[in-house]
């Protein structure tokens, strides 16, 4: 019974967190991400980050396509929580690196990471 607790307790507290809205930032980066003529945000990682967080974790995600050096300095700055990119030495200096890939199919060369600004 406590551990269901602590599993309730736990996921309780992570969507608290992200309960108004998880906001991402993109590069304008085809077929993974794009604004399209519609000025929507489209593409893979567009679809993956709403299956993964929207429709499974039931948090609201707002996703915003810049150019990659703008997309960088606005998750540094703390006006979006993530972007998903290879991690380095200078983005881990300012943001958590998850430890788990996502997957698409049997497609290992679509590996994507999510890495997620640290609250100060």
Avoid: C
Avoid at 30 to 52: C, F, H, Q, R, V
Wanted: avoid cysteine; charge should be positive.
């Amino acid at each position: 019974m406590k551990k269901i607790f602590n599993f309730f307790f736990i996921f309780f507290l992570i969507t608290a967190t992200y309960a108004q809205e998880f906001k991402v930032v993109l590069a304008d980066y085809k077929p993974y991400s794009w604004m399209s003529k519609n000025k929507i945000a489209t593409g893979i990682e567009i679809d993956i980050l709403k299956e993964a967080i929207e429709k499974r974790m039931g948090i609201p995600v707002s996703i915003k396509i810049q150019p990659w050096k703008r997309a960088q300095e606005s998750v540094k700055a703390g006006i979006f929580d993530a972007f998903i990119a290879v991690p380095n030495p200078k983005r881990k200096s300012y943001t958590k690196i998850n430890t788990e890939f996502l997957l698409i199919g049997e497609f290992p060369f679509l590996q994507m990471q999510i890495i997620l600004k640290l609250k100060k």
